[in-house]
C-alpha cells in the first residue's frame, strides 16, 4: 500500500553553469538522468518523472519510453513516470504501444501524466496547430483510452487518419492500462477532462502562487463529483513544487540564486525573493522545506503525489545527487509521518499497478467491502464513465 507518492521530476535542460561557465555535453545530462533515477530509487523515493522535449535547450526525451525502459533495468522499486507526455502532438497510437512496452519492462511500475506543453514550434514540426491544442488533447486521449481497452478498434476522428480493426500491441500488463494523470497548469479544460475520466490530475505548481493551485484543484474535485466519480475528496490529485536546500537558508539562496537567475524555463522573470514569497519555491533548509510542503494540503486538501523540481537551471550534477539525497533521508520521512497523522479518512491511497489490479478484480468480484462511507465510490484508475461530456455536448462511447 502506498499512501502518498514523493518523487522528484525533470524538464532535462542543458543550462551552462553560471558560476563556472561549464555546460556539460547532452552525452553526460542523458547520463546524468540515469543516475539521479538510481539515487532516487536507493533513497526510498517514490517516482522519478522525466518530460518530453523536442527542442534545445531541452534533451529530456523525445520518446520517454525509452529512458523508462533502461530505468527499468537499473531501478528495483521506484514508479516511472512522465512529467510530460505530449498528447497533443504524439500519435496516440504510439503512445498506447510505446507506454504498454515499457509497462511490460518495468514489471508495472510505469505511469504517465499527459500534458499539451508549452513551446509552440513544436506544433507544426508534427503537423499541428497550437491553436487546436485542446481538442487534439481531447481526441487522441479518447483513441488512446480506447486503445488500451479494446483490442478491436475501429475509429475515426479529425486529426488523424482513422483505424479498422487495429489492435495495439502489446496489449497493457495484466489487462491494466499505466495510470494516466492529466497535468496542467493554468487549463481549466485539462482538469475537466481529468474530472471526466475519474483520472487523476497533476498540477505542476512551480510558477503560480497558492490561490492558483487551489482553484485549479477545487474545480477538478468539483467535476469528478459532478461527473459521478465519487466525492470531491475521493479525487486523485498531484502537485509539482521545486526545492533547493542547505544547511542554513542565506547559504541556500546564495548558492541558489546564480542557478535562479539563469534558468531556461523562469530566469528573469522575477527575483529570488519574489518567487520564494509568491511561489511554492522553497529554497532553504530540510525542515523549512517540510514546513512549506506540508503547507500545500491546506489549500488543495489531502493529495496522493508530490513531485520536486531539483536539477533546473545548470546545477552541478553532484549538487543535484546531494538534493536527492537530503529528500530521501531528511525529507521525504518527515512529510510522510506527518501527511499519514493529517490524513482525513477514508481518502484514496496513490494509485499503483497492484492496487489498480485489487480494483478491477473487486469490482469483477462485486462484493460489498466497503463502508457506508464509501459506497459508491469508484475505485482510482477503474473510472465510471458519465453519460455526456459537458466541455463537448457528446455521448462518452462517441468519444
Not at 177 to 204: C, K, T
Not at 232 to 243: C, N, Y
Not at 270 to 282: I, M, V
Amino acid at each position: 500500500m502506498v499512501v502518498m507518492q514523493f518523487g522528484i521530476f525533470t524538464v532535462g535542460d542543458v543550462t551552462t553553469d553560471p558560476t563556472t561557465g561549464r555546460t556539460v555535453s547532452e552525452h553526460q545530462r542523458i547520463k546524468n538522468t540515469v543516475e539521479m533515477a538510481k539515487v532516487a530509487d536507493e533513497v526510498g523515493l517514490d517516482v522519478f518523472a522525466t518530460g518530453q522535449h523536442h527542442n534545445p535547450p531541452f534533451v529530456a526525451p523525445a520518446s520517454p519510453p525509452v529512458l523508462m525502459g533502461n530505468l527499468a533495468a537499473v531501478t528495483k522499486n521506484i514508479v516511472l513516470s512522465t512529467a510530460t507526455t505530449l498528447i497533443t502532438t504524439t500519435d496516440p497510437v504510439r503512445i498506447a504501444e510505446d507506454y504498454a512496452y515499457a509497462q511490460h519492462l518495468a514489471d508495472g511500475r510505469v505511469d504517465l501524466m499527459l500534458g499539451r506543453g508549452n513551446t509552440g514550434p513544436v506544433y507544426p514540426w508534427f503537423g499541428k496547430d497550437i491553436r487546436e491544442g485542446i481538442p487534439l488533447a481531447i481526441e487522441n486521449y479518447a483513441l488512446l483510452r480506447k486503445l488500451w481497452s479494446e483490442e478491436d478498434v475501429t475509429w475515426e476522428g479529425k486529426y488523424r487518419t482513422p483505424l479498422q480493426g487495429f489492435t495495439s500491441t502489446p496489449r497493457p500488463l495484466d489487462g491494466v492500462a499505466p495510470f494516466v494523470w492529466h497535468g496542467s497548469i493554468r487549463s481549466p479544460e485539462i482538469a475537466e477532462q481529468a474530472a471526466y475520466y475519474g483520472d487523476g490530475f497533476f498540477h505542476n505548481h512551480i510558477f503560480w502562487p497558492p490561490e492558483h493551485a487551489a482553484q485549479m484543484v477545487r474545480f477538478y474535485r468539483e467535476r469528478f463529483e459532478h461527473y459521478g466519480h465519487g466525492r470531491a475528496e475521493d479525487a486523485i490529485v498531484g502537485l509539482g513544487g521545486q526545492v533547493f536546500m542547505a544547511d542554513s537558508k542565506s547559504k541556500a539562496m546564495e548558492t541558489y540564486r546564480p542557478y535562479f537567475n539563469n534558468a531556461p524555463v523562469y530566469g528573469g522573470a522575477a527575483s529570488l525573493e519574489d518567487f520564494t514569497t509568491q511561489t511554492p519555491l522553497t529554497v532553504g533548509t530540510p525542515d523549512e522545506v517540510i514546513e512549506r510542503t506540508l503547507g500545500f494540503r491546506e489549500y488543495v486538501g489531502d493529495y496522493q503525489r508530490q513531485l520536486f523540481l531539483v536539477d533546473h537551471g545548470g546545477i552541478p550534477h553532484q549538487d543535484v545527487l546531494n538534493q536527492i539525497e537530503l529528500l530521501g533521508t531528511k525529507v521525504v520521512p518527515v512529510l510522510r509521518e506527518e501527511f499519514a497523522k493529517r490524513r482525513a479518512a477514508c481518502v484514496p491511497d496513490a494509485p499503483t499497478h497492484a492496487s489498480l489490479l485489487a480494483a478491477r478484480a473487486a469490482q469483477a468480484t462485486d462484493t460489498p467491502s466497503a463502508d457506508a462511507g464509501q459506497m459508491g465510490r469508484v475505485e482510482a484508475g477503474v473510472p465510471r464513465a458519465p453519460m455526456t461530456d459537458d466541455v463537448t455536448g457528446t455521448r462518452a462511447e462517441d468519444r
